[in-house]
């Protein structure tokens, strides 16, 4: 992370979906560009799991900034550190030491507030992945008028089971250890992260000094984690994670996502083995959204690291000169 400083929302109590009320909460966020005075080119973007607030600076600084293909130069980029996570947002919760259900349409809903005290009338573009498209299908879906263009990033209408599967596992491993657990966690989620294709190419059956090459990788990744993550976040997260499908209470998906007004992308990656390219068609298809792909050996994670595939997509998303189908019929 780049250790830019963060800017805070305050808000005195926060009513989550599951009824509980959380007090104290600060949300932490970057803003970067300026808001015009017609205060309609706001670009908003969703972290994932283990994701910061500083999309600009860091995780996706090759995508945004001046000169880049969201240009900071005409378009203001909001980025929030998601409810749940450890870099910035905090809140105190209604009963110490039980973790609260956060869910993907909670997280929407607070970075909502935010955007309604900067006074936004209507939002350029959001986008994100993983975790992130979650909530930005969430966001969609909860305000279907307010964004001109949506992109959703490697994410499904609700979390699928295999999924779900993966997060049991990790919060199985973290329940045996804790900070040691989170690493073996983060070794099982790489796994999903890439492909077998990848690891193949990268490391074969080399060997180093402590074992195959592929598991001084693995190693690392979880090494890494527990020195920048909190364990507690990491089970919020994923909770939210589970708990996530855009047509609930809504009449199901379709009814949910056909609401939305402004264009809908979906953007798929083959061979990702947490949330398949076909995940992605399963929505964007019954919906009338519109779809694109990201082709990649790296899978999941393609979306954070083939950086000039995901600019091309946002820059032709921020088009409006074509408007999609079912805005034009009326679908």
């Known amino acids: ?57 860091d995780w996706w600084s090759d995508v945004f900034g001046p000169g880049r293909a969201i240009d900071t130069h005409r378009y203001a980029v909001l980025c929030t550190n998601l409810l749940g996570s450890c870099y910035g947002t905090t809140f105190r919760r209604p009963e110490p030491g039980r973790r609260p259900l956060i869910t993907p349409r909670d997280q929407a809903r607070l970075i909502h507030a ?65 900070e040691q657990g989170l690493a073996v966690a983060r070794m099982v989620g790489m796994m999903t ?15 180093g000094p402590n074992g195959f090459q592929v598991e ?14 909190d364990p507690e976040s990491y089970l919020m997260l994923m909770d939210a994670m589970d708990a996530h ?9 379709v009814e949910a996502l056909r609401a939305v007004r402004g264009r809908l992308i979906g953007v798929g990656i083959p061979g990702d083995i947490l949330y398949s390219d076909e995940d992605v ?12 792909q990201i082709d990649s050996i790296h899978g999941h994670d393609a979306f954070l690291i083939e950086v000039d595939q ?7 998303a921020l088009e409006e000169a074509t408007p999609s189908a079912r805005l034009a019929t009326g679908a």
């Open 1 to 57: 992370m780049s250790g830019r400083t963060l800017r805070t929302h305050h808000l005195p109590e926060f009513r989550l979906e599951s009824g509980e009320v959380l007090t104290e909460v600060v949300q932490a966020y970057h803003l970067d560009g300026e808001i015009n005075a017609s205060r309609d080119n706001l670009v908003i973007v969703f972290h994932a799991l283990t994701g910061s607030a500083d999309a600009v600076g």
């Open 114 to 178: 935010l955007v309604e005290e900067l006074g936004i009338r209507s939002v350029a573009l959001t986008a994100g992945g993983s975790l992130g498209g979650m909530v930005g299908l969430e966001f969609a879906a909860s305000y279907p008028e307010l964004t001109r263009t949506s992109v959703i990033f490697a994410a499904p209408a609700a979390h699928t089971a295999a999924a779900i599967g993966w997060n049991h596992i990790q919060r199985q491993a973290i329940a045996l250890g804790s």
């Open 193 to 207: 992260y890439r492909t077998a294709v990848e690891f193949q190419e990268r490391f074969g059956r080399e060997r």
């Open 216 to 229: 001084s990788y693995l190693n690392h990744q979880g090494e890494k984690l527990v020195k920048r993550f």
């Open 245 to 253: 499908d855009v047509g609930r209470g809504r009449g199901g998906f």
């Open 281 to 292: 068609r399963a929505w964007t298809d019954p919906v009338g959204a519109e779809y694109r």
């Open 310 to 316: 995901v600019a091309a997509i946002l820059a032709d």
